[in-house]
């Protein structure tokens, strides 16, 4: 794991690519959350954003998968240009920090629901959910009603379901801060090994350096909507 600035990584091809981005919320005074940043994430790599509360992080994760219109600047993938790519057809997955799973759906229905949407079959769902499940160290609780997780159970699900549509991108917006200390450390790790035994993207925002070490390969610095 290094730390660095964003020009370290130019030297890698492909994967995510963000140029002179700018996130403004309207207001008197505007409020410019993003003040023209420029990263990369390269194939399968896992780049972490550390800031405090309000260093613009999120809103910057948040216009990369498209969910946070930008004011200006692009966001790529493989030189394709996707800043005004609707979320959904961005192939970006998305982990937030409470899983937001659905209450109503089991585990099982939870982790395929992305594949259902997408019109893949149920034999094939269900061996995508059931290696998932194994992936993510949660065998035989496909049945098991989200509502009897423990936290760190609910996140591994969230992960799961994010990784169930085969996503070229993972977003992560402190997806273990909701979590106690030793489990937050133990499941870092996990989510780590699991993210690279996929080949998986990954942008990680977190408030936490322990947890940017542990999760990923580079961690780039932000402070007042800027990358340090």
Known sequence: ????RA????????????????????????VEAVRGVSLRVGPGETVALLGPSGCGKSSLLGAVVGIVEPTSGT??????????TPVHRRRFGLVFQDGQLFPHLDVARNIGFGPR??????????????EL???????????????????GQRQRVALARSLAARPRLLALDEPLSSLDADLRT?????????????????LLVTHDPAEAEAM????LRMGDGRLL
Do not use: F
């Open 117 to 130: 949407m997408a019109g893949v079959s149920a034999e094939a769902r269900a061996a995508r959910v059931t």
């Open 186 to 202: 133990r499941l870092a790790k996990d989510v780590r090994d699991i993210l690279r035994s996929q080949g998986v993207s990954a």
């Open 7 to 30: 020009s370290d990584d130019e030297r890698m091809p492909g994967g995510l690519t963000v140029t002179d981005l700018v996130v403004t919320y309207p207001g008197k005074p505007p």
């Open 75 to 84: 966001v790529a993938w493989n030189d394709q240009d996707l800043t005004w």
């Open 133 to 151: 499940l194994e992936i993510v160290g949660l065998e035989g609780l496909g049945g098991r009603a989200v509502s009897e997780l423990s936290g």
């Open 216 to 219: 990923a390969h580079r961690v």
């Open 1 to 4: 794991m290094t730390y660095g």
